[in-house]
């Protein structure tokens, strides 16, 4: 087990040290070449990315491609900004929150739930939790469910029991307790909102009520509140024990996100940016404008985002 953790832990490392500010062309093929080392990213997502086939980008990763190695060099710059942009997190206070919420719903083996707008990075803080503590924590996405047995399914998918979850709707509920009897775990429900109100029942059964098989955990944003209110849900509304409302990140942690990409942005352009972020959707916002300001940045041969690339990024969302 301990390997496992350790192996998440190095990885998780070579995320959080991936910047893009100073990245050389060689800086990223070297942080690529350590990323596949770990795992983290595999060839075939470069060749989708890039157009490059995996021999070609196999040889300029180690240094014995002899074609067009600018050109080359900057679609495997463009890839890496990519990903760095999707899989790196700010470690904000509402991270912090996230993780200190799970695993008290862990240790306590207690039902929570957690509610926040779009946008605000929830489905990212439990995947990184998830990553951190790989051993106990399942993250089960709902988004497309509606019905018991739908839920059943995500559920039994997620534990890999897919080959025990046959029979009526009870056998297969059984099967789920029984394997989280065997090693209990944290069950994370993300993007809950659509979620019927007698798949959400299900979740108390799984739990157990005073015999706390496992915590769980529903995130979801405040229109699960409305789903709670249902007459079907009373009961589930008082084993709920826990609840974390969220809300946007700070200013200060804003800035931290911007400084992701290279960018030489003054203080009124940072609060101009803060500003139409929370009346949109927060941290998600700031991601996606710094990230279309690069493309601007790019497309004119500079080398960091100015205001002049904020605007017209403002243009394109």
């Not at 200190?100 to 489905?123: D, M, Q, S, V, Y």
């Amino acid at each position: 087990m301990q390997t496992v953790v350790d192996e998440v832990g190095i990885k998780l490392k070579l995320v959080q040290q991936a910047n893009f500010v100073s990245d050389s062309p060689e800086d990223v093929k070297r942080k690529l070449r350590e990323l596949m080392d770990a795992g983290e990213i595999r060839l075939r997502q470069m060749e989708e990315v890039t157009g490059y086939k995996a021999p070609t980008l196999s040889q300029h990763l180690s240094g014995t491609y002899t074609g067009d190695v600018e050109k080359l060099d900057a679609a495997i710059v463009r890839f890496y900004l990519a990903w760095v942009a999707k899989n790196t997190i700010v470690n904000t206070s509402i991270v912090q929150q996230i993780h200190g919420f799970l695993e008290l719903a862990w240790k306590r083996r207690r039902i929570g739930a957690i509610i926040g707008p779009n946008g605000r990075g929830k489905t990212k803080a439990i995947n990184r939790y998830a990553a951190q503590n790989s051993d106990y924590t399942v993250v089960v996405e709902v988004s497309a469910v509606f019905t018991p047995s739908e839920m059943l399914t995500k559920i039994g998918d997620a534990l890999r029991i897919t080959q025990h979850m046959i029979g009526t709707r009870s056998e297969r509920l059984q099967a789920i307790i029984r394997t989280i009897q065997r090693k209990p775990i944290l069950l994370i429900i993300d993007q809950a909102d659509e979620v019927s109100a007698k798949a959400i029942k299900l979740l108390r059964d799984i739990h157990g009520d005073d015999q706390s098989r496992c915590g769980v955990v529903i995130v979801a944003t405040e229109k699960f509140n409305e789903l709670l209110r249902s007459p079907d849900l009373s009961y589930m509304r008082r084993r709920i024990r826990m609840r974390l409302p969220v809300s946007d990140i700070e200013y200060r942690e804003m800035k931290q996100v911007a400084a992701m990409w290279p960018n030489n942005l003054d203080e009124p352009e940072m609060k101009r940016i803060w500003d139409w972020a929370l009346k949109d959707y927060g941290v998600d916002s700031v991601v996606k404008l710094m990230d279309m300001a690069y493309d601007v940045m790019l497309m004119r041969n500079m080398r960091k985002i100015d205001s002049e690339c904020i605007e017209a990024a403002f243009a394109y969302l």
